[in-house]
């Protein structure tokens, strides 16, 4: 069963703490994102990768970063963590050469306190 | 700049009610993907169903229908007899061109009680 997994289904951090949240993909996807989901704001994406290291910004990529180090990789870094990043974290996966649907993994909800 | 509108917030029925969830998009790409995604309370994204802006007929698969009408820029979701089993956020989204990246609306939140 091919699967997206994200490490951490809930995470609770401090303000100003450097967060890391991984995502792992078994597909060979060329394609990796990492979306935020709020009410009444649906999906904002974050950031994305076509390739190993590579990365491009999204819609909303102030106070995040990203690695992609590996093909079946790909980090999203919060430098420095605030309340206002409190969220469910939504990282997906897709193959290249056309527009597919995305497989997602079932999200990391955020607490920062 | 792509665009997804999906006006209904929520939405509640009574099972074996049918549902139709709307989505309007904006786009200027001449070639784009439309999809639907359902969120069920266990939080992961399932993806339903890809369109392409070149072919408009309409899709049933099952219990489910898709309207795609490109002069209203619309591609509506209809449940069929709705049952409990079909409680979820569903997502319309877009992407344009060859651009892999999807836009998504807000989402509608849809119940169906017993």
């Known amino acids: 069963d091919v699967k997206v997994t994200q490490s951490s289904r809930y995470l609770v951090k401090r303000t100003g703490e450097k967060v890391f949240l991984e995502c792992v993909q078994d597909?060979?996807?060329?394609?990796m994102f990492w979306y935020r989901q709020d009410p009444g704001l649906g999906l904002r994406l974050i950031y994305f990768s076509y390739d190993v290291k590579m990365k491009e910004k999204g819609d909303i990529p102030e106070g995040y970063s990203v690695s992609r180090e590996k093909k079946e990789r790909f980090s999203l870094i919060l430098e420095s963590a605030s309340t206002n990043q409190t969220s469910m974290y939504l990282c997906?996966?897709?193959?290249?050469?056309?527009?597919?649907?995305?497989?997602f993994g079932s999200g990391t909800r955020l607490t920062v306190v | 700049a792509q665009k997804v509108t999906q006006a209904q917030t929520e939405i509640s029925v009574v099972e074996k009610e049918d549902v139709t969830l709307d989505c309007v998009y904006e786009t200027r790409d001449t070639t784009y993907y439309l999809f639907w995604y359902k969120q069920p309370p266990s939080g992961e994204l399932v993806f339903l169903i890809r369109r392409n802006s070149f072919d408009e007929q309409n899709e049933i698969s099952g219990r489910y229908s898709w309207n795609f009408q490109k002069s209203t820029s619309s591609f509506n979701f209809t449940i069929t007899a709705s049952q409990v089993v079909d409680s979820a956020v569903y997502f319309c989204a877009l992407s344009g061109g060859g651009d892999y990246k999807l836009s998504f609306g807000a989402g509608t939140t849809v119940t169906v009680r017993a």
């Open positions: 997906a996966s897709s193959p290249g050469g056309t527009v597919h649907g995305y497989t």
């Open positions: 597909m060979d996807h060329e394609n």
